[in-house]
């Protein structure tokens, strides 16, 4: 506590450093996640191996699956976001797929009755309606990534993850709390946030009261 | 007008055609209710009309253009569509769900708003109190008319129902029928209704359609499908009570012998009633003979028991009582 009071810009500065560093994840994420859940939608066999992929992917340890793109990637903040982006696409690109797979076919097929194309079906309909499923795979992206993020900073991702570490080998607990409390407080805003706006999305859709 | 030539249907793997040589003719301005068992074949019949699903062989002419040399989506805006579940929008405002094939056409605003609010008064929805509101908010029934709303908005020539009233509660749901049939007799669509009700088909079908196996067994007015089932099955399907359904397309008016003095103290039924009713005031009150009336000084005619049995037997109709369409060709 006395740590993070005396060097509360250290800890803003790592604070907004892992923001940054998270949004900018979060932001390459969903520029892949949607188009590839998108098809993934539509094509059975991509929809089965993104699947397995995302639930095989999710069991493998972060640290380990850092570890293991050090020798392909070096270290660094460029291959620490490729790290967190790599670990959480999936699970966003699984998100984007099975909400896009929920909106019901009655409507689908009164749209496509109605003479909508494909591609304004797929913005008028299908994303509108798949929207509040999306923005929760968001939510959980968003978290995972922030919690991944800290980990990542074993791989030079800089952030809340270096007070971590930093304390861990000075042995300076007050550093280790600072980073870990920050990093929670983050996480629960984040996720407070965007469950507020999913809700709202909910009842926009009209799906969910 | 609808023309189905020679359409079958084979999904691929299945054992046999879904849809098997159909050839059916619906004239401008009439509805046809599509009837059978389940599985029989209706809901791909009538989806292969607006091409949601690809015939397998065949030709299906609407409104005098081959459909199959068409695009699709085009096409499709240029067809009414309206299925059980209604599939209304659920982000979408009642006002925005009306407006979808106006708006996928291009019209202007203007144009679109008077649309939306003059389809909603037709369907019986005060365009001010209903206009707003989210599908969510609405009665079963209510959400049907926003569906036939919908799929009239943009002034289609013909219209393909698929069930359109199978969600609906029975009182509303009668409702419904006389209402809709109502509007699409006044506006002169082309209609497929598919139905697996027979008393749906017979209240809302200029024609009746019986399907089975994907086969078409039996294409005419209901009255003659009613008295003459074109084989057993059919027979079977329409029920053992069917002579009786029959009696509920006829008006006391039409059957009787007009300008004939009733016996003394005959029971009164009134023009426009159905023989079904007319039967049950006979039943009741033990009568041979009812005395017609339709509020002016004296009879019209008489309706006999006799003319009821005979009506009900579908034998030749010598007062030409059953007289709802023309005759198909
Ligand atoms: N997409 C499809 N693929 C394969 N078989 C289908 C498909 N749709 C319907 N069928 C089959 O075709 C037959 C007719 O179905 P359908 O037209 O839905 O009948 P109905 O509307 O009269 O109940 C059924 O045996 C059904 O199982
Ligand atoms: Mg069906």
Redesign the pocket.
Known sequence: MVWAIENGDVLLEATLQHLALVGQALAISLAIALPLGILAARRPRLHGVVMALAGALYTVPALALFALLVPLMGLGQGPALVAIVSYSLLVLTRNVAVALREVPADILDAADGMGFSRGRRLLRVELPLAAPVILAGIRLTAVLQISVATVAAFIGAGGLGDLIFQGITQDHGDKVVAGAVAASLLAVAADESLRRLETRLRLATGLAG | MIRLEGVG?H????ARP??DGIDLLIEEGRTCALI????????????MVNRL?EPSSGRIVVAGRDVTAADPVKLRRGIGYVIQGTGLFPHLSVAGNVATVPRLLGWDRARIAARVDAMLGLVGLDPALFRDRRPASLSGGQRQRVGVARALAADPPVLLM?EPFAAVDPLERGRLQREITEILRRLRKTVIL?T?DLDEAIRMGDTVAV?RD?RLVQHDRPDQVLAAPADAFVAEFLGSDRALRRLTLLTAAAACRSGERPPEGAPEVPAEASLQVALSILLGSGAEALAVVDGGPRPVGTLSLAAIRALAAGLPDPSGAVARSPPLV
């Open positions: 249907k999904y691929p793997g299945a879904a849809v059978g068992p389940s599985g029989c074949g209706k809901t791909t019949t009538l989806r699903i698929d598919v697996h399907m994907g």
